[in-house]
């Protein structure tokens, strides 16, 4: 197991994610204990040290399934992370609460990693409004004991993350983003790090297989990285790609059978980082792949100043690019959901006066019609 050092800790550089464990007839609330407790099992004998779960995921019963797994082993043989669920802005005002109820579901007296969960546009304001003393409390369980690390989560546009930064960067410890080698330009993960690395924040990493789209590549694809590199399983390429970053430090995997944990401890057995030629053909396949359902948006923004309504026209289109290529997720959702209704898709108006300037050629109006109608909006 390759090992990852953080402050005065040893931590394994594969984290075992909780959020993906495996189900009983498929009904994501009711966990397989038996099969998620043999996995783990076998990531302790392995050396995975980093158990990572929230309030939300299984529906609320990854806690309690990790809780009961995990008494059976010391406690100083694993570090355990989980999160105040601020993606619920129905949760703000009871962090107290929550954070005592989740102590009592995981059977233990103090959490090794906390975090902020899931910083976005939708909460942002929330999470900084003294008046719900979120940071104030978990400074205070930090200064209890009851949390040793502090850090955040975050799916959030750059401008977004600065905000958070600004507020309460000095007190981060680590922050976790979704991170591989299709979104390092497509969601612009590289911004995201380099913000990171200019605040020495180590970064941890969540989708490193993007829900498991990275995992499975057409024949094309495939092919090209066999080449460059013969014996090379697919997935594995997602995490030489993370283990060519210096700041990445522990790198979740939601695993859901034991084929994956045997397949992500093979693979985690050493280090081998991408040569820049490798790094440019995975990125090259990104390319590909998001050009084949994305707009060619340059984000020029002659369009804004054309526009009566005044939307941000990049923006939405970076968006709609995301929505299309993932076939729905929650990103998109999430931040136009966020937006006043003049600042929708919806509030186009269909003049086209942007899309008399639009170097692209773009059919704007179209794709906001379009990107609206399949929000629901």
Same mark, same amino acid.
């Given at each position: 197991?390759?090992?990852?050092?953080?402050?005065?800790?040893?931590?394994?550089?594969?984290?075992?994610?909780?959020?993906?464990?495996?189900?009983?007839g498929g009904d994501i609330g009711v966990v397989n204990e038996d099969e998620a407790a043999s996995m783990v099992a076998r990531a302790m004998e392995a050396g995975v040290n980093?158990? $990572?779960?929230?309030?939300?995921?299984?529906? /609320?019963?990854? %806690?309690?399934?990790m809780g009961r797994i995990l008494r059976e082993y010391p406690r100083d043989s694993f570090y355990l992370a989980d999160k105040f669920p601020g993606y619920d802005l129905s949760n703000m005002d009871k962090v107290e609460e929550i954070f005592d109820k989740q102590l009592e579901k995981c059977h233990v007296n103090y959490f090794d990693f906390y975090l902020f969960h899931n910083i976005c546009e939708m909460n942002i304001d929330a999470y900084l409004d003294p008046k719900f003393h979120i940071y104030d409390s978990l400074m205070a369980r930090k200064k209890a004991g009851e949390i040793k690390h502090l850090g955040f989560s975050a799916h959030s546009n750059l401008d977004t993350m600065k905000r958070f930064l600004d507020a309460y960067g000095k007190d981060m410890e680590f922050c976790q983003i979704q991170l591989?080698?299709? $979104?390092?330009?497509?969601?612009?993960?590289? /911004?995201?790090? %380099?913000l990171l690395n200019q605040w020495n924040i180590p970064v941890w990493v969540m989708e490193p297989l993007r829900g498991g789209k990275l995992a499975n590549l057409p024949d094309e694809y495939a092919a090209e990285l066999n080449a460059l590199r013969p014996g090379e399983g697919v997935p594995a390429w997602a995490f030489r790609f993370i283990q060519s970053l210096p700041s990445a430090t522990v790198t979740l995997s939601g695993m859901s059978n034991m084929d994956q944990v045997e397949d992500n401890l093979r693979t985690f057995q050493e280090e081998k980082p991408?040569?820049?030629?490798?790094?440019?053909?995975?990125?090259?396949?990104?390319?590909?792949?998001?050009?084949?359902?994305?707009?060619?948006?340059?984000?020029?923004?002659?369009?804004?100043?054309?526009?009566?309504?005044?939307?941000?026209?990049?923006?939405?289109l970076e968006l709609y690019n995301e929505f299309t290529f993932t076939g729905g997720g929650f990103i998109a959702p999430m931040r136009v959901g966020q937006l006043p209704a003049e600042k929708k898709p919806s509030a186009c108006v269909g003049c086209r006066s942007c899309e008399a300037v639009c170097p692209q050629q773009i059919k704007i109006s179209e794709i906001f019609s379009d990107f609206s109608t399949k929000l629901g909006l």
């Open positions: 197991m390759i090992y990852k050092q953080f402050q005065d800790l040893k931590l394994s550089a594969l984290g075992f994610g909780c959020m993906r464990l495996p189900t009983v980093y158990y $990572d779960t929230a309030w939300g995921y299984h529906n /609320g019963n990854s %806690e309690l399934v591989n080698w299709l $979104d390092w330009e497509f969601q612009d993960a590289k /911004g995201k790090v %380099e991408l040569s820049d030629r490798e790094k440019a053909a995975l990125l090259s396949i990104a390319g590909r792949m998001t050009a084949q359902t994305s707009v060619p948006c340059t984000a020029c923004r002659y369009c804004t100043s054309h526009c009566p309504q005044g939307l941000e026209i990049p923006e939405l």
